[in-house]
C-alpha cells in the first residue's frame, strides 16, 4: 500500500484512483460497507483503491481538549487497511486551512485538481467542507462537468436496531465497558495493542504474573477487569486484563495489566495485543493483597465460565 500524507499545499502524482473518503475511525459494519463498494467499483474501471482520511479527526480539531478519541490509533489503521488490500491511502493533514475550504473549494482545489479524481464513493452521512456543508448533491453536481463519477453507499443497520453503525456510538460504548456491543458494530473485537513493559512484578508475588502495556492514542475503555484473548509472538492465549490505575498499589498512571493463563514466558519488549470480549467487575482498591488474590480468583473463574475451559 501506497502512504501519503498531504496538506492542502502537497503536490499529488497518483492517477486513476477510485477514492473513499471518511474518517474511518473504527471501521465498523458500515465502515466496511463503503470499502467493498470500493474495491468492486475500482475493479469494474480497472481503477487503484484509495482511501482519503483526516488526521487529526476534525473534532480533535475543532475541540482541541478532546483527548484519547479515536476507537484505534493510526497504525491500526494503516494495518487494517494494509489486510484490506487498499492501493492507497491518503492521509490529509486537518489544519486551519483545510477547515476554511468552502465544499466548493474542497471539491475544486483538492479532489479535482490536485487529486484528479475518476469515482469517488462516500456513505450517506458524510459531510465537507466549512461548517459541514458539502454533501453527496454537491458532489453529483461536480461530478457532471469534470469527469467524474460519485457513488453514494446507504448506511447499513443492524437488524435489530434503528440506528445506524456509529463511531460515536460505538466510542460511548468502550467507554462504559459494554464490549459485546461495540464488538458487534465493529465486526470483530476491539482491542489495544503495545510493548510489553517491566512493572513492579507485585502481582509475580501473589502468584498472578502479568503483561503490562500503557495504552495507546485511542479512546480509553471504562477501568476495570476483562475477560480477554492475548496474541503474543503470533500465538493466541486466554486470560483477563485489568485496565486503570491500581488504586490498590496507589497507582497513578492508566496501565493494561493482563494476566494470561497457563503462561510462564519471559515477554518483556515483544508486542502484545489484547482484544477485550466482555466487561467482568469495575476497578476497585481492596485493604491488602490477599483479598486482591482472592477477587482475582474469582475472576479468573468467571473470565474461564466464559471460554467455557
Known sequence: MKYFELDTQSQFEEKNLCLAIGNFDGFHKGHIAILNSLKKIANEKNQS??????????????????????IYTKSDKINFLKKFDVDVYIEFTFDKNLSELSANQFVENILIDKLDIKNVVVGKDFKFGKDRLGNFKILEHYSKENNFNVHLVESIMPSDSSDKFSSSIIRENIKNGEMEKANFALGRHWHMTGLIVEGDKRARKINFPTANVLPGNHIIPRKGVYCIEAYVKNQKYLGISNFGERPTV?????????????????????????????????????????????????????AKKYHNI
Do not use: C, W
Open 49 to 70: 483503491t484509495a482511501i482519503m482520511s483526516f488526521n487529526p479527526h476534525p473534532r480533535e480539531f475543532f475541540q482541541s481538549k478532546i483527548e484519547n478519541f479515536n
Open 250 to 302: 496507589d497507582g497513578s498512571k492508566l496501565l493494561l495489566e493482563t494476566h494470561i493463563f497457563n503462561f510462564s514466558e519471559e515477554i518483556y519488549g515483544n508486542e502484545l495485543t489484547v482484544r477485550f470480549l466482555t466487561f467482568i467487575r469495575p476497578e476497585q482498591k481492596f485493604a491488602n493483597f490477599d483479598e486482591l488474590a482472592k477477587q482475582i480468583k474469582k475472576d479468573i473463574e468467571t
